[in-house]
């Protein structure tokens, strides 16, 4: 597997997204920063419309289960709810970006799309949401990667 095709799978992933990526492309890979930012972001937007379009079709079949897949899908939705419900109704897409824009764990791309879902937005406003708010957290984390770079050396 290429360097550059396990940057985006790493991107791809529901914890890492490109909060791993980048930092593993720029050091572990020696990538330059432009094609790692890229590859990430676009490894990070590949699942986004399956995972909305998944949620919209068995969503609500899944939180149903009395197992752990429905527990945790029960778990994560409520806790969405708790935190970020009320600033999504009323803030809409700057809200939604900002879930996804924000590199922390629990945060980024997949729950932004699981947001999407449980608090019933509509699926172009939570795209574009979603889509702006990987190109922001692509921005910092590449800028807080390479000025450790910078830092600390490779």
């Known amino acids: 597997m290429t360097d550059e095709l396990t940057v985006i799978l790493t991107s791809m992933t529901p914890i ?4 791993a990526a980048i930092p593993l492309g720029l050091l572990k890979y020696d990538l330059g ?3 790692v930012f890229v590859l990430a972001v676009i490894g990070n937007l590949i699942p986004i419309p399956f995972i909305i379009v998944g949620l919209r079709t068995v969503g609500s079949r899944l939180e149903r289960r009395d197992d752990f897949v429905g527990s945790l899908l029960r778990w994560r939705t ?3 709810e708790r935190t970020w419900g009320e600033r999504v109704r009323r803030y809409g897409f700057w809200a939604v970006m900002f879930i996804v824009a924000i590199p922390l764990p629990l ?3 997949w729950t932004g799309s699981l947001a999407v879902w449980a608090l019933r937005v509509p699926l172009r ?3 574009s949401a979603i889509a702006a708010g990987v190109l922001v957290a692509g921005v ?4 807080v990667t390479k000025a450790g770079i ?5």
């Open 150 to 154: 910078g830092i600390f050396g490779s």
């Open 140 to 143: 910092i984390v590449t800028a």
């Open 78 to 80: 409520e806790r969405i």
């Open 107 to 109: 945060t980024g791309a």
């Open 125 to 127: 406003t939570g795209f």
């Open 33 to 35: 920063w432009p094609l």
């Open 16 to 19: 890492g997204e490109l909060r």
